[in-house]
């Protein structure tokens, strides 16, 4: 069964100490992995795609990395503002269809 | 980034009354929208996969004729509680997307509360 996990479930960091967010999958035929952030009582901001092991891309202090059994959310140095729930996904086929990790909730202390 | 509405962001209704919440793509036409439901703490369940002019597939689990889906047109999507019930409060969250392939777009999320 397809599956995505991701690690740890909560992360908490000081401002400026950067780290790295781990989403693992077993995924037949992935199509797309991608990275959203949620804040609380909100919905999901999109954050990457990643279409195949090796890609990397980055947004500010953001930057995903995909290998083929991992993706990698790395924050550098990040800020207060940067804590919020990130959530990987991904879809196999052709009905756009994606399936969530539980989350990490990252806070980040002044 | 593309933009994608939903109304009301949060309402009260009374058991066994009927709730509408409308998605709507701002900027986009979206061949697909979906709708989901979180609880708190955990993540998104997809409820329903919509496409414009056809009937929505519906996830295992999801009773069709509680949750009703119309997609009127590339812009809008509706999600119709009906007759609510306490166990049906909930985050819902719709989402929105160009195509195969392409990333969803999600929306605020509406707030509901039955009571």
């Known amino acids: ?110 | 980034g593309a933009v994608v509405s939903q109304h009301p962001s949060r309402v009260i209704c009374k058991s066994g009354t009927s709730v509408k919440i409308e998605c709507r793509s701002l900027d986009f036409q979206a061949t697909t929208m979906f709708w989901y439901r979180q609880f708190p703490k955990q993540s998104l369940m997809l409820m329903a996969t919509s496409n414009e002019g056809s009937k929505a597939t519906y996830e295992q689990g999801v009773e069709k004729d509680k949750f009703l889906i119309n997609h009127a047109s590339l812009t809008l999507s509706t999600l119709t509680v009906t007759s609510a019930h306490p166990e049906d409060s909930s985050f819902y969250i719709c989402s929105a997307t160009l195509g195969p392939f392409y990333e969803q777009y999600f929306g605020p999320g509406t707030r509901l509360t039955v009571t």
Not at chain 1, 75 to 82: F, G, L, N, S, V
Request: a neutral charge.
């Open chain 1, 1 to 110: 069964e397809d599956q995505v996990t991701q690690s740890p479930e909560a992360l908490r960091l000081q401002e400026g100490e950067s780290s790295s967010l781990n989403c693992s999958y077993t995924v037949s035929g992935l199509r797309g992995l991608f990275w959203y952030r949620q804040d609380p009582g909100k919905g999901p901001e999109f954050l990457f795609t990643l279409y195949s092991a090796g890609e990397e891309k980055e947004k500010e202090r953001l930057k995903a990395t995909l290998t083929k059994k991992e993706s990698f959310l790395h924050i550098t140095a990040p800020k207060p503002e940067d804590s919020a729930t990130y959530l990987c996904a991904f879809h196999t086929g052709a009905n756009s269809k994606l399936t969530f990790g539980k989350g990490i909730t990252l806070s980040v202390r002044p």
